[in-house]
């Protein structure tokens, strides 16, 4: 080999060394830029077991954030895992890309305030994004797509006494396009689990869209085989009495546009039985509650009764109103003390709340 080639040889190995530590170089800069954004975005009041960085993924286990003072669980977030895979070559950029962030077994605590209105999630997380917020500097980040695994949502409905629990167990499913911080982009929402009762496994699937900021949605939710004494408090009213055995199922279909609620849906009461209770039955003083409930149930022990929902999402009352031909039933039933307008506006607002649930602030 000659003088010349031995030189340019030596040259092309020089450069080829400094491409690579500067690749290195960046790629770490790239990493301390990432974890500065995680431990920003998680907030004080949170804590990570573990942080590791890839090749191509970000992987957090062992998250915690802590929930605030009157919150009735201990936690607002816990998860084991979540995994992150960011577009290394955009990090340091004002925009960052996120293929796909996945979370695995987490738990997530949500509260309905007393007052009513919509359903609150991590308190102290969202309110240190308003701050950064108001004092960011325009950065942004774009999530693809976030997936979730065998996670469990538990709703605290403070409207009722004694902070009623609604729990739903193996979430799955996935929400698409977000934008960070601004939440202003329109989600794709696909999520389903389970509502588990003494008596019957039921289920819950929502599908749609919703924009965070705005307070804009369309959103279909079905529920399946759930059992009806999971929800006592919000069906009856009056009476002294309660609920024996029978599930409900319900389908629902909501635009929400600045806050107004649009839905309309149908829910279905199979095999109703109440409890034998003393006193009188509204109206009904002189009827037995069985023969008042099987007046209404078709051959296969089911009550149908289709409804709109309509008003403000944070007003504790917006209205539920039954179509015409179904009025009767519906007196009939609130004759028993029995009546579903609570039922339906507790899952509204529960399904309301999925979204931002597992939305990253």
Same mark, same amino acid.
């Given at each position: 080999?000659? $003088?010349?080639?031995?030189?340019?040889?030596?040259?092309?190995?020089?450069?080829?060394?400094?491409?690579?530590?500067?690749?290195?170089?960046?790629?770490?800069?790239?990493?301390?830029?990432?974890?500065?954004?995680?431990?920003?975005?998680?907030?004080?009041?949170?804590?990570?077991?573990?942080?590791?960085?890839?090749?191509?993924?970000?992987?957090?286990?062992?998250?915690?954030?802590?929930?605030?003072?009157?919150?009735?669980?201990?936690?607002?977030?816990?998860?084991?895992? #979540?995994?992150?895979?960011?577009?290394?070559?955009?990090?340091?950029?004002?925009?960052?890309?996120?293929?796909?962030?996945? #979370?695995?077994?987490?738990?997530?605590? !949500?509260?309905?305030?007393?007052?009513?209105?919509?359903?609150?999630?991590?308190?102290?997380?969202?309110?240190?994004?308003?701050?950064?917020?108001?004092?960011?500097?325009?950065?942004?980040?774009?999530?693809?797509?976030?997936?979730?695994?065998?996670? $469990?949502?538990?709703?605290?409905?403070?409207?009722?006494?004694?902070?009623?629990? $609604?729990?739903?167990?193996?979430?799955?499913?996935?929400?698409?396009?977000?934008?960070?911080?601004?939440?202003?982009?329109?989600?794709?929402?696909?999520?389903?689990?389970?509502?588990?009762?003494?008596?019957?496994?039921?289920?819950?699937? $929502?599908?749609?869209?919703?924009?965070?900021?705005?307070?804009?949605?369309?959103?279909?939710?079905?529920?399946?085989?759930?059992?009806?004494?999971? %929800?006592?408090?919000?069906?009856?009213?009056? !009476?002294?009495?309660?609920?024996?055995?029978?599930?409900?199922?319900?389908?629902?279909?909501?635009?929400?546009?600045?806050?107004?609620?649009?839905?309309?849906?149908?829910?279905?009461?199979?095999?109703?039985?109440?409890?034998?209770?003393?006193?009188?039955?509204?109206? %009904?003083?002189?009827?037995?509650?069985?023969?008042?409930?099987? !007046?209404?149930?078709?051959?296969?022990?089911?009550?149908?009764?289709?409804?709109?929902?309509?008003?403000?999402?944070?007003?504790?009352? %917006?209205?539920?109103?039954?179509?015409?031909?179904?009025?009767?039933?519906?007196?009939?039933?609130?004759?028993?003390?029995?009546?579903?307008?609570?039922?339906?506006?507790?899952?509204?607002?529960?399904?309301?709340?999925?979204?931002?649930? %597992?939305?990253?602030?």
């Amino acid at each position: 080999m000659s $003088v010349k080639s031995r030189k340019w040889l030596l040259i092309s190995g020089t450069l080829l060394l400094m491409l690579i530590i500067g690749a290195v170089l960046a790629f770490q800069i790239a990493v301390r830029s990432l974890r500065a954004e995680v431990i920003n975005a998680l907030g004080p009041d949170s804590e990570i077991a573990d942080l590791r960085v890839g090749l191509t993924s970000v992987v957090i286990t062992g998250i915690l954030i802590k929930a605030p003072r009157g919150w009735p669980a201990d936690a607002s977030l816990r998860a084991e895992r #979540i995994t992150l895979m960011p577009d290394l070559r955009e990090l340091l950029s004002r925009r960052i890309y996120v293929n796909t962030v996945t #979370i695995e077994n987490a738990y997530l605590s !949500a509260v309905r305030p007393k007052q009513g209105g919509g359903v609150k999630v991590l308190p102290t997380l969202l309110e240190g994004r308003k701050k950064r917020q108001a004092q960011e500097s325009g950065r942004t980040a774009q999530i693809a797509t976030v997936e979730l695994s065998n996670c $469990v949502i538990e709703l605290f409905d403070s409207t009722l006494a004694g902070h009623k629990k $609604v729990r739903i167990d193996g979430v799955h499913g996935t929400l698409k396009d977000l934008t960070l911080p601004h939440l202003d982009s329109r989600t794709a929402l696909d999520l389903s689990g389970q509502i588990k009762g003494p008596a019957h496994q039921g289920t819950i699937a $929502v599908t749609g869209w919703i924009n965070i900021a705005a307070k804009n949605s369309d959103l279909e939710t079905r529920v399946r085989n759930v059992d009806l004494g999971l %929800f006592e408090p919000y069906i009856m009213q009056k !009476a002294k009495t309660g609920i024996d055995k029978g599930v409900f199922n319900l389908d629902l279909k909501a635009s929400v546009r600045r806050n107004a609620v649009d839905a309309s849906g149908q829910l279905t009461l199979v095999g109703l039985k109440l409890k034998s209770g003393e006193g009188p039955l509204g109206g %009904f003083t002189n009827l037995p509650k069985r023969a008042v409930l099987g !007046a209404l149930a078709d051959k296969n022990d089911s009550v149908t009764i289709h409804f709109d929902l309509n008003g403000d999402l944070d007003n504790p009352a %917006f209205s539920l109103s039954e179509k015409l031909g179904l009025k009767t039933a519906t007196a009939l039933l609130k004759g028993l003390g029995v009546g579903f307008e609570g039922l339906v506006r507790a899952f509204f607002v529960l399904v309301s709340g999925l979204g931002s649930a %597992f939305t990253p602030a």
